[in-house]
């Protein structure tokens, strides 16, 4: 854990991450009285708070999924003051949304990164995420950053090259009358391949989670491809489409509907052997929504920052390597997790795949 210094913007508290000059914390895991939020995953954004405060693209997806809250937000790169600290937020590239949030006062600089994914996160040179603002580096003193794929061992393919093997993927099972049940998190990961999806080959079927939140982003002004719930596509059709499903709908009575079907996961966590065989499924993409070894390394570099606190994932090899770079590195110990696991509570029990359902 890292050692709080006197002056420092951000300590870690047991609700949070904590900001004491400006009496708020950063995406805090219990009920507090002020919260500013980098984006919508469970992990991050969790009900129970007095007030939120978040960046204005993510509105709509924060209120769907936390309800009737107070939310006020930002656009990108406004600035508030609040009790002396000035708070910007700036694009994460990890879902619609997304924020790092910077933090000024006292003629010091923080960044939190929240979760983010940069141009090399399989988005390879100039490629874009076209479901979510591009990662901004921004400079400071202090960078707070996640390290949820902190081993050399992650790099992401080019989403170019990987959107294609999808494609093929499904193109493939519908020419042998079989469906294609891909499994991702219902929240940005299943919009960004929906988003690279052929429309040549069949329909496009979602699980009701992801649907609903397919709506929040087209009411966001992200452009979709038609997506359908499975009712209503003609069964003599089924077996051409490809359907997008949360992991929580893996083991569902939900699947029984496609009859005989190719199943694929779409995670960072694909890059390691084993991890498709444990999840029992036909096929494994190689896709994330955070930063790679790679990306990670360039981040904290673009932000020139002389101190670097690591939190969730794997924290002490992105450390170590920080030191042996001469950069001060510590820790903190967050509560964050995986969205895989953590948002499948929100995305809702896998037989309510029939109708949208409330995310609030």
């Known amino acids: 854990m890292a050692e709080a210094l006197q002056d420092d913007l951000v300590v870690l508290r047991k609700e949070g991450l904590f900001c004491p000059a400006g009496d708020f914390f950063i995406d805090p895991w219990q009920p507090v009285e002020r919260a500013v ?40 790169g406004e600035p508030i003051t609040h009790r002396g600290v000035r708070i910007t937020f700036f694009p994460a590239g990890h879902v619609l949304g997304s924020a790092q949030v910077r933090l000024e006062a ?4 923080w960044v939190a990164s929240g979760d983010y994914k940069t141009a090399g996160a399989g988005l390879g040179g100039r490629e874009q995420d076209p479901t979510c603002a591009p990662f901004e580096p921004v400079r400071c003193d202090v960078f707070i950053t996640e390290s949820t794929f902190g081993l050399p061992i992650y790099r992401w393919p080019r989403q170019s090259v990987l959107m294609g093997e999808i494609n093929q993927w499904w193109r493939d099972n519908a020419r042998s009358g079989r469906a294609s049940v891909l499994f991702c998190y219902a929240l940005g990961k299943a919009q960004r391949v929906i988003a690279a999806l052929a429309q040549d080959i069949g329909a496009i079927v979602c699980h009701g989670a992801v649907q609903n939140l397919n709506a929040v982003y087209r009411e966001s002004g992200i452009a979709l ?18 359907v997008i499903a949360p992991p929580s709908a893996q083991a569902s009575t939900w699947l029984k509907r496609f009859g005989e079907y190719s199943d694929a996961f779409a995670s960072g966590w694909m890059q390691l052997r084993g991890t498709r065989r444990r999840r029992g499924v036909d096929r494994g993409f190689v896709l994330s929504d955070h930063a790679d070894w790679d990306g990670l390394r360039s981040a904290i570099a673009e932000t020139g920052a002389r101190r670097v606190i690591v939190t969730h994932g794997q924290v002490a090899p992105l450390v170590r390597a920080l030191r042996e770079e001469g950069i001060d590195a510590q820790a903190f110990e967050t509560e964050f997790g995986n969205e895989e696991d953590i948002d499948a509570a929100a995305d809702g029990k896998a037989d309510a795949g029939d109708e949208p359902t409330s995310l609030g």
């Open 37 to 76: 939020i980098t984006h919508a995953h469970a992990d991050h954004a969790r009900p129970g708070h007095a007030r939120y405060l978040a960046a204005a693209p993510g509105e709509k997806v924060l209120r769907a999924r936390l309800g009737q809250v107070t939310l006020d937000t930002l656009d990108y």
């Open 106 to 109: 006292s003629g010091a600089t």
């Open 225 to 242: 491809p038609d997506t359908h719930l499975v009712q209503d596509v003609a069964a003599r059709d089924l077996a051409r489409a490809i």
